[in-house]
């Protein structure tokens, strides 16, 4: 059911790949809610994704742009802002991506001009976002911007590799810019750690599997859902959280204040 509270707002989400993915969810609930936004990607994810179908259900429109590439992300927010027909009020940075992961590559034996592009992809790149709506004065007072990240930044998860080091920059930056942005125009900057999701990113690590399960069990409430994550980002894009800036909001059932659980307990005294 819609409550329209993202009515008359304009914004930009990155990373919808296909229907797994947060973003996408995200795209979803943003429509239901009354906002009017821009889909993004790199040309590559776009032509492996299905975005076009997403885009004729939200009537939104796709700018193809690399967030690595200052020129790329610099044409998306000046047209974003000429399609929108004005500045906007939220961007999601849902982006990550390691070489070094994909191509099955040891943490002791990492390939480190991949890590380079690890870091780049998966966190400068949202500096690179966050400068360039600056410089292109593309953002609302009292605009919202979010990245998601991953509780590996704080806390070591075998085969998550180079990844946790680009979540590490990504959660910096967003306290960094987050003081330099409030203190611009009102603009908030934070990032949301989402439990382990089965998305098409998240399903490529590793083990993820059995990980989910354990994630699962070390939650009280469950590992939380896309679509929970989702509805949490809508009410981080809103009002209603105008005073929230520069946290890492663990979005995750409990997981990272739990130190053992009954179901673990359950499954180890088998």
């Keep these: 059911m819609s409550n329209n509270i993202l009515k008359g707002k304009r914004g930009i989400i990155f990373g919808a790949l296909n229907e797994d993915s947060i973003a996408w969810k995200t795209a979803l609930k943003a429509h239901e ?20 179908k997403l885009a004729e259900h939200c009537n939104a429109e796709i700018i193809p742009a690399d967030a690595t590439s200052i020129e790329d992300l610099t044409t998306l927010f000046e047209k974003s802002m000429e399609v929108l027909g004005g500045k906007l009020d939220f961007v999601l940075h849902s982006i990550g991506m390691s070489p070094n992961v994909r191509k099955g590559k040891s943490y002791g034996d990492l390939n480190y001009d991949w890590f380079l592009k690890t870091l780049d992809i998966s966190g400068v790149s949202f500096h ?14 009292w605009g919202s911007v979010l990245a998601l ?26 306290r ?29 690590v590793s083990g ?9 069990k070390m939650s009280p409430l469950g ?39 009954e179901d673990i307990i359950a499954q180890l005294t088998k």
């Excluded at 993820?208 to 699962?216: G, M, S, T």
């Design 33 to 52: 809610e009354g906002a009017q936004f821009v889909l993004t990607n790199a040309p590559i994810a776009l032509r492996m994704g299905e975005i076009n």
């Design 149 to 174: 990240t991953y509780i590996a930044a704080q806390r070591t998860f075998p085969d998550y590799s180079d990844m946790a080091q680009a979540k590490s920059v990504l959660e910096s930056i967003a």
């Design 128 to 141: 690179k976002v966050l400068q360039t709506a600056e410089k292109t004065d593309a953002m609302n007072e």
């Design 176 to 204: 960094s810019y987050g003081y330099r942005f409030a203190k611009l125009k009102n603009i908030r900057v934070n990032t949301i750690s989402q439990s382990p999701t089965m998305t098409t990113a998240g399903s490529g």
């Design 208 to 216: 993820f599997d059995a990980f989910f399960d354990y994630a699962d």
């Design 223 to 261: 590992n939380a859902s896309a679509e929970d994550c989702a509805n949490y980002i809508i009410m981080m894009f809103s009002d209603y959280t105008r005073m929230v800036t520069m946290q890492n909001l663990m979005h995750d059932g409990g997981f990272s204040n739990s130190g053992i659980t």
